[in-house]
């Protein structure tokens, strides 16, 4: 089971903002820039995402049913600042695996722990 949006509702007002500058900075972290699909208001969000073959994957610590992923599936792709860099991505698609091949196992191993199992897939832009 993900973590609890009571969790994510406290980390939105209070850590995301704390978090920010040092995500989208340190190896492992990132900021999604994403596009709400009804407000139309931009939003970032820190994310865990890595380095796939063909993209990113960003595992989905409160779940596929945030708002920020449902953005991003709605608008077919988002921005990652990621290690001081802008990538656009697309094509974005949830998986749902024990382990993703494209985890660090020290990573895999504390999200799986904490019940993480959906991760959002997403291609870079070409």
Not at 24 to 32: L, M, Q, S, T
Not at 41 to 55: E, H, K, L, M, W
Not at 62 to 86: E, F, H, M, Q
Request: hydrophobic share 40%; with cysteine.
């Amino acid at each position: 089971m993900p973590l609890p949006k009571r969790l994510a509702r406290f980390n939105r007002v209070i850590t995301n903002r704390v978090a920010f500058p040092v995500a989208r900075r340190v190896p492992g972290f990132a900021v999604v820039l994403h596009t709400g699909r009804r407000s139309g208001r931009s939003y970032r969000t820190p994310v865990n995402a890595f380095r796939a073959p063909d993209g990113y994957v960003i595992a989905l610590t409160y779940g596929p049913d945030s708002d920020w992923p449902k953005n991003v599936l709605a608008a077919g792709g988002c921005i990652l600042l990621t290690r001081g860099t802008a990538v656009p991505l697309t094509g974005p698609r949830l998986v749902h695996t024990q382990r993703h091949p494209s985890i660090p196992a020290p990573v895999g191993a504390i999200l799986r722990l904490i019940g993480v199992r959906d991760y959002l897939e997403l291609d870079t832009s070409r």
